[in-house]
């Protein structure tokens, strides 16, 4: 079956970057930003993750925006709701510091540009943990911007998360292909070659390889943006 759509993550694969610096340095910019409203800085964090983990688990029930500040609120309460205007702005505005917590690999952005020349239509599949102001700024670090993607994925914009195959089904709706038609490429093992079991086409990036159970990897077709260039033109071969 022709591929039609090709479905980047973002951290770690158009974004090069080490997840656990990305997110220890930029949780320290949260909470020194949030410390003057009587935030300590661990109580936050843990809250953040405990949040974040009620994304993970969400059901589709309702958006993850809905179900991270439901989790955030049941620790700070009311307070955290009115103080909601301090986080946002953190977002749009001190978090863009945080590109210095990352690397960045022009052939990214090269890639995705030639992908749409070739008449490919490209998505980003990032997990959606951010609000669409934090995603649209990591797309910018990474050479590219919000326009160069057909859609993308924000904590308010869908009620899943990656590996929850729910996720891909609820993209591939969004597209309105079959799992045959899209190709997905991600630097995660555990949460992006999971689109396969959807009939989806995979290829795992290995510049940031994420693996977390060891998996092995020769499965999936895999490698540098020049494999997967390679990889993209014997899939579309037969069709030119």
Not at 165 to 180: F, K, N, Q, V
Not at 220 to 232: C, T
Request: charged content about 25%; hydrophobic content about 40%.
């Amino acid at each position: 079956m022709p591929v039609k759509m090709v479905m980047f993550d973002l951290d770690g694969t158009l974004l090069p970057m080490d997840m656990d610096e990305f997110t220890t340095g930029y949780f320290k910019m949260l909470a020194k930003k949030a410390a003057p409203r009587g935030y300590e800085p661990q109580s936050l964090v843990k809250a953040i993750w405990h949040g974040t983990a009620a994304m993970v688990r969400n059901d589709g029930t309702c958006k993850n925006e809905d179900a991270f500040w439901k989790d955030f609120s049941a620790t700070y309460g009311e307070k955290v709701l009115n103080d909601r205007p301090l986080f946002e702005e953190f977002y749009a505005n001190e978090f863009g510091a945080a590109k210095q917590f990352c690397g960045f690999n022009p052939k990214a952005a090269e890639t995705v540009r030639a992908l749409r020349e070739k008449g490919l239509r490209v998505a980003l599949a990032t997990n959606p943990l951010f609000p669409s102001v934090a995603t649209e700024q990591r797309i910018r670090w990474a050479g590219l911007e919000p326009e160069d993607f057909e859609f993308f994925t924000t904590y308010e914009n869908i009620g899943y998360c990656k590996p929850n195959p729910d996720y891909y089904r609820e993209l591939l709706d969004w597209a309105g292909l079959t799992g045959g038609e899209c190709l997905m490429v991600g630097n995660d093992v555990g949460e992006d070659m999971v689109a396969a079991a959807l009939g989806m086409k995979v290829f795992l990036l290995t510049d940031c390889l994420i693996n977390k159970a060891g998996a092995d990897i020769e499965q999936y077709p895999h490698g540098s943006f020049d494999a997967l260039n390679e990889y993209v033109a014997r899939l579309t071969g037969a069709e030119s």
